[in-house]
C-alpha cells in the first residue's frame, strides 16, 4: 500500500465519526459558521469580552455575559452592563456556583433582551457605511471644543 492509498483510507475513516453524527441531526463543519449564523440562534452571548464579538452580538440584539481575562474586555464588559444589555462575569461568581443561575437570569430577562433589541435596532438605523466619517467628524468636534483643529497636510 502506498501513501495516497494510505491516506484515502485515513480520510475514510475520519468521516465515519461524521457520519453517525448526521443521523443524529448534528452538522460538523470544517470551518467556522458565519458569526451572525450562529448569534441568530442563541438568547445571550457568554464571552471574554472582545471587542469584535461584543460589538457582533450588540448588532444581533443579543444580551452578553462577559468573562473579562484582561483590562480592555472589562472596560467592553462594564460599558455593556451601565447600557443595561450585559453583566460582567467575576472571579466569585464562579468559584460560588452563581454562574449558571446568572446566565438563567440573564436568558430570561424580557427587559434585558429588550433593551438589547433597542440597541440593534439604533445600529441598523444609523447604519455602517459612515463609520469612518462618523469618526473624524467626532474627532474635529473634540479637536474644536479644545480650540484647536485637524490640518490632513500636517505631519
Not at 452571548?45 to 464579538?53: M, R
Not at 444589555?85 to 430577562?109: C, H, K, R, T
Request: charged share 20%; proline share 5%; hydrophobic share 40%.
Amino acid at each position: 500500500m502506498n501513501m495516497v492509498q494510505e491516506w484515502g483510507i485515513l480520510r475514510e475513516c475520519c468521516r465515519l465519526p461524521e457520519a453517525r453524527l448526521a443521523r443524529s441531526n448534528i452538522v460538523v463543519r470544517h470551518a467556522p459558521p458565519p458569526m451572525n449564523e450562529i448569534l441568530s440562534r442563541v438568547s445571550v452571548v457568554l464571552h471574554h469580552g472582545g471587542n469584535g464579538l461584543a460589538s457582533a452580538a450588540l448588532s444581533a440584539g443579543r444580551p452578553q455575559i462577559v468573562f473579562p481575562m484582561y483590562n480592555e474586555a472589562g472596560l467592553t464588559g462594564e460599558r455593556l452592563r451601565r447600557k443595561g444589555v450585559g453583566y460582567v462575569l467575576s472571579p466569585d461568581d464562579i468559584q460560588s456556583g452563581n454562574a449558571g443561575n446568572i446566565l438563567s437570569e440573564i436568558s430570561e430577562s424580557k427587559v434585558i433582551m429588550e433593551r438589547a433589541q433597542t440597541v440593534a435596532r439604533n445600529i441598523h438605523a444609523r447604519g455602517s457605511g459612515r463609520f469612518l466619517e462618523t469618526c473624524m467628524e467626532a474627532c474635529e468636534n473634540i479637536l474644536a471644543s479644545l480650540g484647536q483643529s485637524f490640518d490632513a497636510n500636517t505631519k
